[in-house]
């Protein structure tokens, strides 16, 4: 405690020392050092208080390490080295963007369920199940009364994945 003492002492010694004073004589100068010296010596020591206990706390073991980082793309399946699909005839459906295209209905015809598609030019056109709809080369899978069920796939950086997606039925409010 001395030590630190005579650390502290030293230390203003030293700054004041560096400070200077132009207009005080040495003789004052060293008054001041000696009385502030003085005054450190005789402060009441000070004692450390110790760290309070802190709780411990039970070890959680990470399981998750082997899951899907939450940083990648979900993909439901990669389908790699495969071309783009080809989608032959002359639907325009498939040149819209699913999110341009509305469900406005179904109808049963021949043993099937037919979904009533709206495109942005206000056309209704039929659509069956494997028929393409999209620009993401959605195939229809299932027709139910308040939905389409689509397979699309989507190209990645490893190839292609297929996800789901599905339009559903607009309710128009009168």
């Known amino acids: 405690m001395n030590r630190l003492k005579n650390l502290v002492g030293a230390g203003i010694v030293f700054s004041l020392l560096m400070e200077g004073c132009s207009s005080c004589s040495q003789r004052g100068v060293d008054k001041i050092l000696q009385e502030k010296v003085r005054v450190i010596q005789q402060a009441p020591i000070l004692?450390?208080?110790?760290?309070?206990?802190?709780?411990?706390?039970?070890?959680?073991?990470?399981?998750?390490?082997?899951?899907?980082?939450?940083?990648?793309?979900?993909?439901?399946?990669?389908?790699?080295?495969?071309?783009?699909?080809?989608i032959?005839?002359?639907?325009?459906?498939?040149?819209?963007?699913?999110?341009?295209?509305?469900?406005?209905?179904?109808?049963?015809?021949?043993?099937?369920y037919w979904a009533l598609i709206k495109t942005p030019s206000g056309v209704v056109q039929k659509a069956v199940v494997g028929q393409y709809l999209g620009t993401h080369y959605g195939k229809?899978?299932?027709?139910?009364?308040?939905?389409?069920?689509?397979?699309?796939?989507?190209p990645s950086n490893t190839g292609w994945y297929e996800r789901k997606a599905e339009l559903l039925l607009v309710k128009q409010v009168n």
Do not use: C
């Open 140 to 154: 229809i899978i299932d027709i139910m009364p308040d939905k389409i069920i689509l397979q699309e796939k989507l």
């Open 47 to 86: 004692t450390i208080v110790p760290l309070p206990n802190f709780p411990v706390y039970p070890i959680h073991v990470y399981a998750a390490g082997q899951e899907r980082s939450p940083f990648q793309a979900m993909m439901n399946t990669v389908v790699q080295d495969e071309a783009v699909p080809i």
């Open 88 to 112: 032959s005839g002359s639907d325009e459906l498939q040149y819209y963007p699913l999110s341009q295209l509305s469900m406005v209905g179904t109808m049963w015809q021949r043993g099937q």
